[in-house]
């Protein structure tokens, strides 16, 4: 077993089983970090006043300029509030997964009340839902969370469509999401892969209101109807803790302690079973990012990270969760040894992927399937 190592620059660690650091002791997600924010000019602040004219510009033939997908976390938070000062007109989508904590849901409620925003509320079937989750948690792969995400991603191009509008603002960001291994998590939007997991772990519950999102699904939002996603905290300068002040400030707003603590489940996953089960902290990677921004100096991380990732009452969260599964806590934890699976052991669209990537550099023109740009 090789042992283990800490980046000298950010706070990832071996933890990450592909991490490689150069003669510094630097990692190759600090490496890559400087490259991307060297080589991508268009995350420039001066664009955010001019991405804004063109959504009005194209959003005037439209009921709405932009659908926002607002969780009641700091970050889409804050974007909704600088959008609606923008004079952009805002649909805000808020996807509930049923896990939704007490703090999310207050989040929403107030800025939806003080900014007068319409509010389109998407919600997946929950025997649909759970069936998806438990093929997953059966499955043994590490990716607990692509359901949710691929269902979030599918509601917000439904309510672009239901609700007609032609750009999608998510709270994504460089600042804070960059740096993520590849071995903890997988390509939320892969949806063979997800009805494979599905069709060998899952329960017999027919998938209704699940928003799948199959390549022709993609392909259609993408090409013909031609719905942009732009990740529009990008074009802004964001500093978490000044954002959430601001909206402690002007709405009543309570901050999220746990990053993705909007959702019961997406807590319980990141600061249990991920660390328990899979030895991954994913804390780690958030911090690294925040560093990398200047957002926080390595030695405050550390001193973060030092501290329990658990900041909830776990056996309570426990109890919420096993009885909505329907399940012992001696069957979740059998659950917890079954035997680990990657993505790559189910079939996924990755050849499918990568083939049209090969043709579309040859032929330019041709029409994405992909959102990332
Ligand atoms: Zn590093």
């Known amino acids: 077993m090789s042992k283990s190592q800490t980046c000298t620059r950010c706070v990832m660690d071996t933890s990450d089983p592909n991490i490689v650091f150069n003669d510094e002791g630097i990692c190759h997600h600090c490496l890559n970090y400087s490259k991307l924010r060297t080589e991508t ?5 001066d664009q955010f006043d001019t991405l804004v004219a063109r959504m009005k510009k194209r959003g005037k033939k439209y009921p709405y300029d932009c659908v926002v997908g607002i969780s009641g976390g700091t970050d889409s938070s804050y974007l909704l509030h600088q959008l609606k000062n923008a004079g952009l007109r805002v649909l805000a989508m808020h996807y509930d997964s049923g896990w939704n904590t007490e703090e999310a849901v207050h989040n929403v409620k107030v800025l939806i009340q003080k900014m007068e925003l319409d509010l389109y509320t998407f919600k997946v079937d ?42 999608i603002l998510t709270g994504h960001n460089m600042s804070t999401e960059s740096i993520m291994p590849d071995t903890w998590v997988h390509d939320k939007l892969d949806s063979k ?4 997991i599905y069709k060998k772990h899952g329960d017999v519950v027919k998938l209704k209101t699940f928003p799948l999102q199959t390549l022709k699904t993609k392909f259609l939002n993408y090409n013909i109807r031609k719905i942009e996603m732009i990740f529009m905290l990008n074009y802004m300068p964001y500093n978490k803790a000044e954002a959430a002040a601001i909206l402690q400030k002007e709405y009543s707003w309570e901050p999220v302690r746990v990053k993705h603590g909007e ?3 997406t807590r319980f996953y990141q600061c249990y079973i991920l660390p328990t089960r899979f030895g991954i902290d994913k804390r780690k990677a958030h911090f690294s990012n925040l560093i990398l921004s200047g957002v926080v100096t390595r030695d405050e991380a550390l001193q973060e990270l030092s ?22 806590e001696a069957e979740f934890n059998k659950l917890m040894n079954v035997t680990k699976r990657t993505q790559a052991d189910f079939k996924t669209e990755k050849a499918l992927k990568e083939t049209y990537a090969k043709i579309r550099k040859m032929l330019p023109g041709l029409l994405k399937v992909s959102t990332r740009h």
């Open 41 to 45: 000019p268009k995350y420039n602040y």
């Open 126 to 167: 929950w025997e649909e839902f759970k069936a998806i989750q438990m093929a997953y948690l059966r499955s043994g792969v590490v990716d607990l969370d692509v359901p949710t995400d691929h269902a979030l991603h599918g509601a917000l191009y439904k309510s672009a469509v239901d609700k007609k509008a032609p750009f």
């Open 193 to 196: 892969n997800l009805m494979d």
């Open 263 to 265: 959702s019961i489940w």
């Open 307 to 328: 501290k329990p990732i658990y900041l909830d009452d776990l056996e309570n969260d426990k109890k919420v969760i096993f009885n909505r599964f329907g399940i012992s």
